[in-house]
C-alpha cells in the first residue's frame, strides 16, 4: 500500500523558514513525480510546486518562487520543500502528492493519486 507522510510544519514568524518533508513507502519513489499542494481555509486546494521523475526538473506556483525549493532524494524515499521569506497568505496545510509515471511535472490536483494527511504550516505576522 502506497503511503506518504508529511512532517516539518508549525508555525513561524514572517519572513522565517520552514523545512517541510515527505517520506514515501510501498512505490518506487524515484519513478514517480512529486508535488507540493497547500489550502488555505476557505479556499480550494493549490498547487505549489512539483519534481519531475526523471532529470529532477522543477515546476513553481508564481506565489512561491524564488522563495520555495522542492527537491527529492530517490535514495532516502524522501521529498522536501525548503520555505524562505514565509508571508502570512503561505499559511496552509500543505499536502505532498504523487502522480502515476506518465507526468512529467503535473500541476493539476486530478493528476496526482496519492496523498499524504497534511502538515499544518501558520505563519504569524
Known amino acids: 500500500q502506497v503511503q506518504l507522510v508529511e512532517s516539518g510544519g508549525g508555525l513561524v514568524q514572517a519572513g522565517g523558514s520552514l523545512r517541510l518533508s515527505c517520506a514515501a513507502s510501498?512505490?518506487?519513489?524515484?519513478?514517480?513525480?512529486m508535488g507540493w499542494f497547500r489550502q488555505a481555509p476557505g479556499k480550494e486546494r493549490e498547487f505549489v510546486a512539483v519534481?519531475?521523475?526523471?532529470?529532477?526538473?522543477?515546476l513553481y506556483a508564481d506565489s512561491v518562487k524564488g522563495r520555495f525549493t522542492i527537491s527529492r532524494d530517490d535514495t532516502k524515499n524522501t521529498m522536501y520543500l525548503q520555505m524562505s521569506s514565509l508571508k502570512p497568505e503561505d499559511t496552509a496545510v500543505y499536502f505532498c502528492?504523487?502522480?502515476?509515471?506518465?507526468?512529467?511535472?503535473?500541476?493539476?490536483?486530478?493528476?496526482?493519486?496519492?496523498w499524504g494527511q497534511g502538515t499544518q504550516v501558520t505563519v504569524s505576522s
Open positions: 519534481v519531475s521523475r526523471s532529470d529532477g526538473n522543477v
Open positions: 510501498g512505490r518506487t519513489f524515484g519513478s514517480y513525480a
Open positions: 502528492a504523487s502522480a502515476p509515471g506518465w507526468y512529467d511535472r503535473p500541476v493539476l490536483r486530478r493528476e496526482y493519486d496519492v
